[in-house]
């Protein structure tokens, strides 16, 4: 059974710092897929924050969160992070984490697509308050 398991989410105050980890389970990683990190706030649209290939690890950042944000994978343990820093209240939202089917990889441009991707997690909060 496939699962993605998010966790690190919370509240903290602007300039603070979480780290976000999710836990995948039964995902056949048996190329250079895309794993990422999406985010949505009430009332708008769900948009990608941050991704990255699991053999390649090339990466890939929303404009916002470059120089704050970085996106790690520890292949042994299957589990993608997500450190924040420098949180701003606009990084407010549900936060999910999302991989790619083995059989439908995903172009670098295309990585902030959210319907493109086949496997996806509950969210975890962040609320950032100033």
């Known amino acids: 059974q496939v699962q993605l398991v998010e966790s690190g989410g919370g509240t903290v105050q602007v300039g603070g710092s979480l780290r976000l980890s999710c836990a995948t389970v039964?995902?056949?990683?048996?190329?250079?897929?895309?794993v990422a990190w999406f985010r949505q706030a009430p009332g708008l649209e769900r948009e990608g924050v941050a991704a990255t290939y699991t053999v390649t690890y090339r990466q890939y950042l929303h404009d916002s969160v470059k120089g704050r944000f970085t996106i790690s994978r520890d292949g042994r343990k299957r589990t993608l992070y997500l450190q924040m820093d420098g949180l701003r209240s606009d990084d407010s939202g549900t936060y999910y984490c999302?991989?790619?089917?083995?059989?439908?990889?995903?172009?670098?441009?295309?990585?902030?697509?959210?319907?493109?991707?086949?496997?996806w997690g509950q969210g975890t909060q962040v609320t950032v308050s100033s």
């Open positions: 039964g995902i056949p990683f048996v190329g250079d897929q895309m």
């Open positions: 999302a991989a790619a089917a083995a059989d439908r990889p995903i172009r670098s441009g295309d990585w902030d697509r959210p319907e493109l991707y086949a496997h």
